[in-house]
């Protein structure tokens, strides 16, 4: 499938003419698309040096068309001015255009009207601005159309959304941004794109931090292991740390920054923490919710319910590391036993399912193995669903859509309890309330089991974050 983009002036006739023919020929091919970019007058000229240089073209004048093949991705191609387009019409789809030089005028006029009212309200407009890395996921494209509603923000009048990739050609992304501005979302108002991190982050409102594809420019003679390994740490480090400052010192005071995927998720958090050192370390979390979904998709095939009806499912500790699962609180709707009631009754987990050398054993190991088993058979996409579910559910919550009683697993800088070191990344139950959440261990049965578990996690976090630090000190 082929989609072309139409820009010029918003004043030029020509531009009114192809934008006529190009509606015409979409109504009449269900496969045709178009993306059309109406540019103020005053500033057509720096607009089309910048896209002739960045895609190698040569063009002078309004309008300029070319093609962009979906499905495949890439470079666009360039067709050309109007004449170029419709001798293309002419051949491919047998359509010419006969619009009166009155008609054309008159489209050419309504243009150049609506950009400058555009124009005039973008002054008055103060959108909230939301960042995402790793912009040409597949979980960041799950996740926008969603993400970008009344829904998940509802305080927003506005949202600007800005991708970020800083492992994949430019060409990519605005291919993205094409497709995200098609969806008409009502609240957004404009996307940008960025390749470049010293780009990154500005008047950052949320920040999204999705997994990171880093290029591998590890030693051959290392193992396969100790390699990957090794410039995985490098990498991470580096980026986390160049982003931790950029968020210090262009972000909002009150931004929300959220750490996710698979790998390293509470390491990243820290690293983002210790380089933003005058933001509150309470802005920064690292999310669990996948883990909390993928055991309550365990739970819930035994009891024989639905996974929506267990709920207060608890993730302790190192979220791509060593972690556990608690069922403490666990409640279970719906459950067909002796003792039943109205779709708002509910039963203690603990109470109904008494298979507690399960619980303590196959069903951690099934709860850890659950995503490898998907990812490695169908891809890291396979979990781009519930990752970006998760995301959508931990905003709701941050922007008040859930009351305090409600329970989350959420990876936040915690206090030094039970002789854990101060200031590391754990994942523990929290709650919000009016924007802010809560850490609830004080009224968490915590036994010496889960206490040795705890530690656990501290040690090995501690051990990666050392292992970054002298990464980064061998690279100085």
């Known amino acids: 499938m082929a989609k072309f983009v139409l820009a010029g002036k918003s004043d030029c006739p020509h531009f009114a003419k192809a934008e006529l023919l190009s509606d015409s020929l979409q109504r009449s091919l269900p496969n045709f698309r178009v993306?059309?970019?109406?540019?103020?007058?005053?500033?057509?000229?720096?607009?089309?040096?910048?896209?002739?240089?960045?895609?190698?073209?040569?063009?002078?004048?309004?309008?300029?068309?070319?093609r962009e093949l979906v499905d495949q991705g890439g470079k666009g191609t360039i067709l050309g001015g109007f004449s170029d387009f419709l001798e293309h019409c002419q051949n491919y789809y047998n359509v010419t255009s006969?619009?009166?030089?009155?008609?054309?005028?008159?489209?050419?006029?309504?243009?150049?009207?609506?950009?400058?009212?555009?124009?005039?309200?973008?002054?008055?407009?103060?959108?909230?601005h939301i960042w995402i890395s790793s912009a040409l996921s597949l979980t960041c494209s799950v996740l926008i159309p969603?993400?970008?509603?009344?829904?998940?923000?509802?305080?927003?009048?506005?949202?600007?959304?800005?991708?970020?990739d800083l492992d994949e050609e430019e060409e990519e992304l605005q291919v993205m941004k094409m497709e995200v501005e098609d969806l008409a979302l009502p609240l957004l108002h404009q996307v940008s794109i960025h390749?470049?991190?010293?780009?990154?982050f500005h008047g950052a409102d949320v920040v999204l931090l999705l997994d990171e594809r880093c290029s591998d420019d590890s030693d051959e003679n290392q193992s396969v292991e100790e390699k990957k390994e090794k410039w995985r740490m490098k990498k991470i480090s580096q980026r986390y740390t160049d982003y931790g400052r950029l968020i210090d010192t262009r972000a909002d005071e009150q931004v929300k920054v959220v750490v996710c995927g698979d790998s390293f998720v509470n390491a990243r958090c820290s690293l983002l923490v210790d380089a933003a050192r005058s933001i509150s370390s309470d802005r920064f979390v690292a999310m669990?919710?996948?883990?909390?979904?993928?055991?309550?998709?365990?739970?819930?095939?035994?009891?024989?319910?639905?996974?929506?009806?267990?709920?207060?499912?608890?993730?302790?500790?190192?979220?791509?590391?060593?972690?556990?699962?608690?069922?403490?609180?666990?409640?279970?709707?719906?459950?067909?036993g002796p003792i039943r009631?109205?779709?708002?009754?509910?039963?203690?987990?603990?109470k109904i399912f008494h298979h507690r050398k399960w619980l303590e054993s196959d069903f951690q190991d099934l709860v850890r193995r659950r995503r490898d088993a998907v990812t490695s058979k169908t891809g890291h996409g396979a979990a781009a669903m519930s990752a970006a579910d998760g995301i959508l559910t931990l905003l709701k919550a941050w922007n008040?859509?859930?009351?305090?009683?409600?329970?989350?697993?959420?990876?936040?800088?915690?206090?030094?309890?039970?002789?854990?070191?101060?200031?590391?990344?754990?994942?523990?139950?929290?709650?919000?309330?009016?924007?802010?959440?809560?850490?609830?261990?004080?009224?968490?049965?915590?036994?010496?089991?889960?206490?040795?578990?705890?530690?656990?996690?501290?040690?090995?976090?501690?051990?990666?974050?050392?292992?970054?630090?002298n990464d980064g000190d061998d690279n100085k």
């Open 35 to 66: 993306h059309k970019i109406p540019i103020l007058p005053q500033e057509w000229k720096e607009w089309l040096e910048a896209t002739c240089k960045t895609n190698g073209w040569k063009h002078e004048k309004s309008p300029l068309i070319w």
């Open 288 to 336: 669990a919710t996948q883990l909390e979904t993928e055991a309550r998709a365990i739970i819930s095939e035994k009891l024989s319910v639905k996974t929506s009806d267990v709920t207060d499912v608890i993730v302790w500790g190192n979220i791509s590391g060593s972690f556990y699962v608690d069922l403490q609180r666990a409640q279970v709707f719906n459950f067909n």
């Open 146 to 164: 969603n993400l970008v509603t009344a829904e998940v923000f509802p305080q927003a009048a506005a949202v600007s959304l800005h991708l970020l």
């Open 400 to 469: 008040g859509s859930c009351g305090p009683d409600r329970v989350f697993s959420l990876g936040v800088v915690c206090p030094g309890f039970y002789g854990l070191p101060d200031g590391v990344v754990l994942s523990v139950p929290v709650s919000f309330a009016d924007g802010k959440h809560s850490v609830l261990v004080p009224d968490m049965s915590v036994s010496d089991e889960l206490k040795r578990r705890l530690h656990l996690s501290a040690s090995e976090l501690t051990q990666e974050k050392l292992a970054s630090e």
């Open 98 to 128: 006969a619009m009166s030089t009155e008609t054309m005028l008159s489209v050419a006029a309504y243009n150049l009207e609506s950009g400058i009212k555009e124009q005039e309200g973008v002054a008055l407009i103060k959108p909230l």
């Open 195 to 200: 390749t470049d991190v010293d780009e990154a």
């Open 341 to 350: 009631g109205p779709p708002s009754f509910s039963l203690s987990l603990l």
